[in-house]
């Protein structure tokens, strides 16, 4: 398999960034209460709900592979930020602290199966490493919904 290319192209306007990968745009801004107008989700949002998605599509991959009866994922994640490294200070990290996953997973797979897929899923999907290889504490819980 070759290596994949990712192309995202982006104009923003103030703190509203529009951005376009391939015909699919994704509206960025910041909370009011950081100077935006809230017209969509703001970046760490925006990396939280690409771990969700992320999760989700290694997770369908990886349970084809393991002949894992695997009919839906519903996240529930909260990460931490300190806000004072993005407002300068320079003792201060600029991303993510902890972040906490909770999924809750469509299937009539036993406990231990969960916690196997689970466990894949840390080791391949790229959205968790890169934010594992940060230094972010996860925490994470897979049940059965």
Request: proline content about 3%.
């Amino acid at each position: 398999m070759e290596k994949m290319t990712f192309v995202v192209s982006a104009t923003s306007e103030g703190m509203v960034t529009t951005a376009t990968a391939r015909e699919h745009k994704l509206m960025i801004d910041a909370d009011a209460e950081m100077g935006g107008e809230g017209m969509g989700p703001n970046p760490m949002e925006t990396v939280l709900s690409a771990l969700a998605a992320c999760e989700s599509i290694t997770a369908h991959i990886i349970a084809q592979e393991m002949e894992f009866d695997l009919q839906g994922i519903d996240f529930d994640i909260t990460a931490q930020l300190d806000p004072r490294g993005v407002m300068g200070d320079p003792n201060i990290r600029v991303y993510f602290e902890k972040v906490e996953v909770k999924a809750a997973l469509r299937t009539t797979e036993s406990d231990d199966r969960i916690q196997a897929l689970k466990q894949a899923v840390e080791r391949r999907c790229p959205a968790y490493g890169m934010i594992k290889a940060a230094n972010v504490e996860m925490i994470d819980h897979w049940v059965k919904s």
